[in-house]
């Protein structure tokens, strides 16, 4: 149970293009979905927390408007890198909190992560 | 802010033997969970173990154990008969409920055969 999916796996994409990344919890309705970038041989550093139907709350540092965040539904959320530079090349890996009975609300869980090229 | 801690870039054992990976952390919430989570070369985050603040007891689960000492902001993660799977870095985590989590710098565990 708590299976976090992430899509697509790798992408290459051209400066000055946009991207979009899917996360979805496949066996679990997840109040709050959160998005991750971790840089080779680095840490995790949290971007931003999104809840269903509400706009997503960005940490310091990181561009609300180049990273769009949308969260439609309980199961899925999108991150789109807007024209995207090189220096955007990272992985990105999402999160889901569980929310409702049989999933712990105290726990994330963790997609497979996107790595993103910006050639 | 939020800090967490983890003070061994690089940890190396024999296969069967007992490691400790070290972790401290500071915040100034009253309620918290910390997290052990490892990701291996698949890069794919694996939960390990979780504590609750609140809770004294040590939580334990197979062959990870933690010790959480929260009046000096510990937070070890002892693996017994350490298998060759277990090679995989080790992210500590501090956070929890609607928070996203801080996470420490990760000690890279090598089991050696």
């Known amino acids: 149970g708590a299976v976090v999916s992430q899509h697509p796996s790798w992408v290459i994409c051209k400066s000055g293009t946009s991207v979009k990344i899917e996360c979805r919890s496949l066996d679990f309705q997840a109040t709050t979905m959160f998005w991750y970038r971790q840089f080779p041989k680095q840490s995790l550093m949290l971007m931003a927390t999104?809840?269903?139907?509400?706009?997503?709350?960005?940490e310091q540092g990181v561009e609300k408007d180049k990273f769009l965040i949308n969260h439609a539904s309980l199961t899925l959320s999108t991150l789109t890198v807007t024209s995207a530079h090189p220096e955007d090349s990272s992985f990105y890996i999402c999160?889901?909190?569980?929310?409702?009975?049989?999933?712990?609300?105290?726990?994330?869980?963790f997609g497979p992560g996107t790595r993103l090229t910006v050639l | 802010a939020q800090t967490v801690t983890q003070s061994q870039p690089e940890m190396s054992v024999q296969e069967a033997e007992t490691v400790t990976l070290s972790c401290t952390y500071d915040t100034s919430e009253n309620n918290y969970y910390l997290f052990w989570y490892k990701q291996p070369p698949s890069r794919q985050m694996i939960l390990v173990i979780r504590?609750?603040?609140?809770?004294?007891q040590n939580a334990t689960e197979n062959r990870f154990s933690v010790n959480f000492q929260k009046a000096a902001k510990s937070f070890s993660l002892k693996i017994s008969d350490s298998q060759l799977g277990d090679t995989a870095m080790y992210f500590c985590a501090l956070g929890g409920g609607a928070d996203g989590l801080t996470f420490g710098k990760g000690t890279h565990l090598i089991i050696q055969p």
């Open positions: 999104s809840n269903e139907g509400s706009k997503a709350t960005y």
């Open positions: 504590q609750e603040a609140y809770k004294q």
């Open positions: 999160s889901a909190r569980g929310g409702l009975a049989g999933v712990g609300t105290d726990t994330q869980y």
